[in-house]
């Protein structure tokens, strides 16, 4: 999972070429032709994340970083405008592998900054802030500087609630910026079908107190109220008992979490530690042997990818909800 960890320049030379290609860092190529007149709809200008960039046409050279980016690309039915992609959590949703399959794969991880370069993009829109890692040389100022504009999801940002709107506004930019809104347009309204099917089958249905453990041994990283699992919770008939911590994840004590007392544990299912393992490290914990859920050996599974800003987020909340409440939701 490449919230916080995941370079090399090329020769000034080679710089100088592929930045001349690319054009300014507001300015994206326009492919085969830079004359091809005014597009319509066009120029778009999108503030993002702290950075103002101005499309004068869409993207046709862009890389994707990061599962819920590229599934978001996908679904947008761009993979045509796509010249790279790499880094995913899971296996690209049935639905897109086809798609998928036509995108060249950059790296298993995150493309170095001389990598990405030799693909030529135009646009390179990454799914965690790590995408964009300064430390690696792949700071979002370098690809501006190397004509190169950059897109970061939303939720890595937020300027007010990580919601179902904030899904809605991240999925409406992209296609701004690709050119293509009325294909966001006929993905926002599928994946709100999914939404209000789940919300009128837990009317009335009481909340279950939840507390999400993503990993940690010392302490227990958790969702916090500032992403979009947290709403996701709400959603699917729970209450997330850590939501008053101001950021998307964080470490909370064990201590903390028995206090709380949360009545079913949400498992985020990735990496090299399995699902099993992980909960025979809480049903073992000394400080949680009185909780609830672990009393009652309550737990239910979410696969990372389906826990962060994008596609995959109501199908995510309609699997929570049959996991919570499964007399409910069938």
């Known amino acids: 999972m490449p919230r916080n960890h995941p370079k090399i320049l090329l020769s000034t030379l080679v710089v100088a070429l592929l930045a001349s290609g690319c054009g300014g860092g507001a300015k994206p190529s326009a492919g085969p032709s830079s004359s091809a007149g005014t597009v319509a709809g066009f120029p778009v200008t999108v503030d993002n994340c702290g950075v103002r960039t101005t499309y004068q046409r869409p993207p046709q050279r862009a890389v994707s970083l990061n599962q819920h980016a590229t599934e978001v690309m996908l679904a947008l039915g761009l993979e045509k405008s796509m010249v790279g992609t790499g880094y995913l959590d899971d296996r690209i949703l049935p639905e897109y592998q086809g798609a998928y399959d036509s995108v060249k794969v950059l790296s298993k991880e995150y493309p170095s900054f001389e990598v990405l370069l030799q693909a030529e993009p135009d646009l390179v829109y990454g799914g965690w802030s790590s995408t964009f ?8 100022a370098a690809f501006t500087k190397a004509g190169i504009n950059t897109h970061l999801n939303s939720e890595e940002c937020p300027t007010g609630p ?56 010392k302490t227990a990283f958790t969702a916090g109220g500032k992403g979009i699992g947290n709403e996701m919770m709400r959603r699917a008939g729970g209450v997330n008992l850590f939501a008053d911590l101001d950021k998307a994840f964080g470490d909370v004590s064990f201590e903390q979490v028995a206090q709380r007392a949360p009545e079913a544990i949400v498992i985020y299912d990735y990496g090299d530690q399995s699902v099993e393992d992980k909960k025979k490290f809480l049903l073992a914990h000394p400080a949680l042997k009185d909780v609830p859920a672990i009393r ?21 909340v309609e699997s929570l909800a049959r996991q919570l409440h499964p007399s409910q939701v069938k």
């Not at 009652?296 to 962060?308: D, I, W």
Request: charged share 25%; glycine share 8%.
């Open 296 to 316: 009652n050996q309550r737990f239910a599974v979410l696969p990372l990818s389906s826990t962060v800003l994008g596609v995959r987020m109501p199908a995510a």
């Open 133 to 140: 890692d300064e430390k690696e040389g792949r700071g979002r």
């Open 162 to 217: 990580v919601d179902a709107a904030a899904m809605d506004a991240e999925i409406r930019t992209v296609a701004k910026i690709f050119g293509v809104p009325e294909r966001a347009e006929q993905q926002v309204t599928k994946l709100h079908g999914v939404l209000d099917r789940v919300e009128s089958q837990l009317a009335g249905v009481p909340a279950v107190k939840l507390f999400v453990y993503d990993s940690g041994d």
